[in-house]
T-cell receptor
Framework: DGGITQSPKYLFRKEGQNVTLSCEQNLNHDAMYWYRQDPGQGLRLIYYSQIVNDFQKGDIAEGYSVSREKKESFPLTVTSAQKNPTAFYLC??????????????FGPGTRLTVL | RKEVEQDPGPFNVPEGATVAFNCTYSNSASQSFFWYRQDCRKEPKLLMSVYSSGNEDGRFTAQLNRASQYISLLIRDSKLSDSATYLCVVREYGNKLVFGAGTILRVKS
């Protein structure tokens, strides 16, 4: 079964702790993305990667970090510098991430709550 | 001004009703347009792309007016299973998507 998995589904952390959210895909997609969704707001792009070992900041990258060491994996670390980390985090992937559009497929999301 | 604006609703309609959602976008250079559906506490899924000539997929009809920077989605013969949040999404360049906050639809029996 091809798809995108995110784990865990729910995550609770204390304020000031770093936390890493997992995203794995077996669709053989080159491009991967991280979004954040808050109530009453649209999804906002945090980071994206068009190819292994390369990634770019999105619109709200401050307080987050990523790595792309393998094609299948794009973990997101929420650092203590992120002022308001409680949100629904969505990972997505697409065949390519270049100039032409390729549909983005989303994982089931991780709901992070910082206490 | 938000880049993509939608009426948040909720729209409460009876089964069988016709309902329309509207969306406006601010970037006139936007290249592609989509409607996504998001069920409660789930990930968004592509419902349909929106083409300049208008397009239909079963009970769903999407329209685009580039001059007015306006997108619409019409749902005919609403079903209980249509209850969800509908996201208006605009592609600005490459694979950069800009999402509206969504319109909530509740279909009641």
């Amino acid at each position: 079964d091809g798809g995108i998995t995110q784990s865990p589904k729910y995550l609770f952390r204390k304020e000031g702790q770093n936390v890493t959210l997992s995203c794995e895909q077996n669709l053989n997609h080159d491009a991967m993305y991280w979004y954040r969704q808050d109530p009453g707001q649209g999804l906002r792009l945090i980071y994206y990667s068009q190819i292994v070992n390369d990634f770019q900041k999105g619109d709200i990258a401050e307080g987050y970090s990523v790595s792309r060491e393998k094609k299948e994996s794009f973990p997101l670390t929420v650092t203590s510098a992120q002022k308001n980390p409680t949100a629904f985090y969505l990972c997505a992937s697409s065949i390519g991430g270049g100039r032409t559009y390729n549909e983005q497929f989303f994982g089931p999301g991780t709901r992070l709550t910082v206490l | 001004r938000k880049e993509v604006e939608q009426d948040p609703g909720p729209f409460n309609v009876p089964e069988g009703a016709t309902v329309a959602f509207n969306c406006t976008y601010s970037n006139s250079a936007s290249q592609s347009f989509f409607w996504y559906r998001q069920d409660c506490r789930k990930e968004p899924k592509l419902l349909m792309s929106v083409y300049s000539s208008g397009n239909e997929d079963g009970r769903f009809t999407a329209q685009l007016n580039r001059a007015s920077q306006y997108i619409s989605l019409l749902i005919r013969d609403s079903k209980l299973s249509d209850s969800a949040t509908y996201l208006c999404v605009v592609r600005e360049y490459g694979n950069k998507l800009v999402f509206g906050a969504g319109t909530i639809l509740r279909v009641k029996s």
